[in-house]
């Protein structure tokens, strides 16, 4: 029996306001640069939260850094989580994703 196991990253970057605009990021369906340049237009006005499930997190990593490094972010905070829920067809609990 396999468990499922998937993680939420959520990292908050600082911007000048204190709304936040929200990048949901996918390590398959966009390049990594897409995000990166999406965040920075995102910081001019308003806060960035990324956030990924799964193997995206690592890109979530990624941009971050290169967002840090590049001095245009600060970390605020970075979060992972998981839920257990009750699959029926198994009588057991298993974990899934959990969006923060």
Do not use: C, W
Request: cysteine-free.
């Amino acid at each position: 029996m396999e468990e499922i196991t998937e993680g939420v990253n959520v990292m908050i970057l600082a911007g000048d306001a204190h709304k936040k605009n929200r990048i949901q990021v996918s390590n398959t369906k966009k390049p990594l640069f897409f995000y990166v340049n999406l965040a920075k237009r995102y910081m001019q006005h308003n806060e960035v939260e990324l956030s990924a499930l799964g193997m995206a997190i690592a890109t979530v990593v990624t941009i971050a850094e290169i967002l840090k490094n590049n001095g245009l972010a600060v970390e605020k905070k970075i979060t992972t989580s998981t839920v257990d829920i009750k699959d029926d067809s198994r009588g057991r609990p298993i974990q899934k994703a959990k969006s923060l």
